[in-house]
């Protein structure tokens, strides 16, 4: 079973359906005991990283979600990518969940359109598992005005606007996140998330 965390901060019931469509047995959970009893979890994310933070505070999930993450295939995404670094810098500094090395901070470039909103195509740099079966020409969708800085051996793909921002990221052993929305960018997302539930 693939669980899916609902602290209050995520886009939950559109990764819900794509993995219903996939035909992965998964649950929304906002209970320790579920998300230890998961083969696998993912944590949708969409809002403000502070807030995200405080509301897994206060969900009582912090420690096992980082104990979990350690040992069964975890997979963040969007904010909930953003929010598996060490910190971020959305209003203010705030700890993350430090599953990644790295931070999080505005797009800052000149003359960019923020947020970073549709399509963009994947640029792969390092293999990764939720990249097979990925050709060169894929696209995914974003949506979102922060991002990732960390070292390159992490990022598994990434796409360009106005730089090099982290696509995909990975620490190499059960940590994924995606900035994009594999839910919502058809087939090649489709694909991406059939590789995550195929780890199990």
């Given at each position: ?18 993995l ?34 405080n ?49 999080v ?39 979102h ?27 190499g052993?059960?940590?994924y ?24």
């Amino acid at each position: 079973m693939i669980a899916i965390v609902d602290y209050g901060a995520g886009n939950i019931f559109s990764v819900k359906n794509a993995l219903d469509y996939l035909g992965f047995e998964n649950e929304l959970v906002s209970d320790t005991n579920k998300i230890k009893s998961a083969d696998a979890v993912i944590l949708p994310g969409v809002g403000a990283f502070p807030a995200a933070m405080n509301m897994l505070e206060k969900s009582g999930l912090i420690d096992t979600i980082k104990k979990e993450a350690e040992k069964k295939p975890f997979l963040g995404i969007c904010l909930g990518m953003q929010l598996i670094f060490e910190k971020g810098y959305e209003f203010e500094e705030c700890n993350g969940l430090g599953l990644i090395n790295g931070s999080v901070r505005k797009i800052e470039e000149k003359d960019l359109v923020i947020p970073h909103m549709g399509w963009n195509k994947l640029e792969k740099l390092n293999n990764c598992p939720l990249l097979e079966n990925i050709g060169n020409d894929e696209y995914v969708y974003f949506v979102h005005s922060y991002k990732a800085h960390c070292n390159d051996k992490n990022i598994s793909a990434y796409c360009e606007y106005g730089g090099r921002v982290p696509a995909l990221v990975y620490d190499g052993k059960y940590v994924y996140g995606a900035q994009f929305h594999p839910e919502k960018s058809g087939e090649t997302g489709l694909k991406i998330l059939r590789n995550f539930g195929g780890l199990i």
